[in-house]
């Protein structure tokens, strides 16, 4: 059995807590490997080790910095495929979509390789008489990511690359269901010359574990940011806990987002992005889309019957399968969550038109396979539409007017991304102007914002007031130092006993 270690100043570290997790392949259900848990004590040896180097690595000029990140890139792309591979074996995504979420994570390493323009402050010259006053944006020492399954290699990137470009070292917990692929990127990143000098290479250290080595995180007095993706509820406890430890908080939270479908739609193309948006990377994503609202009877009735054509085409298998469209989700224990969901959905009233719990991949069959479900007449007092299911399940929720469809996602308790599918422009900008969610979309299903803008959610979706990635994460894992200088000539003057004014 393989025991996944955890990566510290550089090299493995090994565990000393005998307390492990379990790392299937979600293919054939088997267990794979075993990752190692850590102790309060294996935490703050990584965080001593990592405050140590980040004096040495904040004095490093940030031209050097980004050329840590251009080389960073090319060894990530250098080794895509296997990456890409190693990813899949632990998540059960397809290979396609391996690469697009290690992709996605270096999109935001390339935004970081411009780290020197980014971090200029500003200046301004004869502020007063003979007084020039200056801003410089200046690292926070030791930082720390918490991220979640499902996306285990663009999230930590998300993180760590705006981080340690901008002179932080950094603390990475992984989800402990597919650890292996955050431990290949801090290899790689040592490999691409994140270090200082050959005794300090805690520029970027990867901590394995549970709720001990996360509560360790949130009080650890060395610890001067977090950043955090998972469910609301850990979310909420994540920014309440690391706040009242006097910590920086970005935590993102669960989603339930929708998708407004106006009666001027395209409907062959809302059919395909549905399809792809709600089923693919088996509904495993914040910005997966769950619901659609119909507006008017005619387009919810063409709706749901071209949906079902749809998914009657859909292929799930293994995710080496390059001509499947999605895998099998990451455990036995989501798989029946995600069927438990639709068993309320039909005890809730809810009608069940397409019906995936049965579904069985010959030679397979104890792999965490779903396949894609579909409700319609779906209401907003639901459990199974308050809460997010994380799963390849569609839901049809009925409404008459544009109004009435845009109060849904407004009202409701998440508020991370929505998208409307229209030929209306007016209606769009006003669309997007009033609904009260975070990220938007105009006939684009998944609103996930380029890496130079900013990712972030509203209400139960997003605790803290910085956003992740782009010019908000330089503002998060950065502080604004500003200086009033002066240079007198001559004699000094009299002391000053009131505030000074510019006059």
Request: with cysteine; hydrophobic share 40%; net charge negative.
């Amino acid at each position: 059995m393989r025991d996944i270690a955890h990566f510290v100043n550089g090299q493995a570290l090994v565990g000393s807590s005998g307390r492990f997790g379990d790392v299937f392949n979600p293919n054939t259900g088997e267990v794979q490997a075993r990752v190692q848990f850590a102790t309060d004590a294996e935490l703050d040896a990584a965080v001593q080790v990592a405050a140590k180097a980040q004096v040495g690595w904040a004095a490093t000029n940030p031209q050097r910095r980004a050329r840590v990140m251009f080389e960073f890139k090319r060894l990530i792309e250098r080794d895509m495929n296997s990456l890409a591979e190693i990813l899949s074996s632990e998540h059960g995504k397809v290979i396609a979509d391996s690469k697009g979420d290690i992709q996605r994570g270096l999109e935001v390493i390339e935004f970081a390789c411009g780290i020197p323009h980014i971090l200029k402050g500003e200046y301004t010259e004869g502020a007063g008489p003979g007084i020039d006053i200056y801003s410089m944006r200046q690292p926070l020492g030791v930082v720390a990511g918490i991220t979640p399954f499902n996306f285990p290699a663009m999230i930590p990137m998300w993180m760590f690359g705006i981080a340690i470009a901008v002179g932080n070292s950094f603390i990475l917990k992984p989800s402990e269901k597919d650890p292996t692929v955050p431990v290949k990127l801090a290899e790689l990143m040592m490999e691409a010359g994140a270090q200082v000098g050959q005794e300090m290479e805690g520029v970027l250290n990867v901590v394995h574990g549970d709720k001990i080595a996360v509560d360790a995180i949130l009080t650890h007095p060395l610890i001067r940011a977090v950043s955090f993706v998972g469910s609301s509820d850990i979310a909420h406890y994540v920014y309440q806990t690391g706040t009242a430890n006097g910590k920086r908080v970005q935590a993102m939270g669960g989603a339930k987002n929708h998708g407004i479908v106006l009666p001027d739609a395209d409907m062959d193309q809302v059919v395909k992005d549905l399809s792809g948006a709600a089923f693919g990377s088996a509904g495993e994503r914040c910005m997966a889309l769950p619901v659609v609202v119909p507006v008017g009877k005619s387009t919810a009735d063409e709706l749901r019957e071209r949906l079902v054509a749809e998914i009657g085409t859909l292929k799930v298998g293994v995710s080496t399968d390059a001509d499947a469209h999605y895998g099998p989700v990451v455990s036995a224990a989501h798989r029946n969550k995600i069927a438990d969901y639709i068993r309320i959905g039909q005890e809730e009233g809810a009608e069940l038109v397409v019906d995936g719990r049965d579904f069985a991949l010959q030679g397979y069959e104890k792999g965490f396979f779903i396949g894609p479900s579909l409700f319609d007449g779906v209401t907003k007092g639901m459990k199974t539409y308050q809460e997010e299911i994380f799963g390849p399940v569609l839901q049809i929720v009925r409404a008459e007017t544009m109004d009435e469809a845009m109060a849904l996602p407004s009202e409701h308790p998440y508020g991370n991304g929505v998208a409307i599918f229209t030929r209306n422009g007016r209606a769009a900008r006003e669309f997007a102007s009033r609904v009260n969610v975070g990220m938007v979309g105009i006939n684009v299903p998944i609103p996930v914002p380029v890496a130079y803008h900013t990712f972030g959610g509203w209400k139960r979706s997003a605790f803290g007031d910085t956003n992740q990635h782009g010019v908000e994460g330089v503002k998060f894992y950065t502080k604004v130092k500003t200086v009033t200088a002066r240079w007198p000539e001559g004699d000094v003057g009299d002391s000053s006993f009131v505030i000074p004014t510019m006059k």
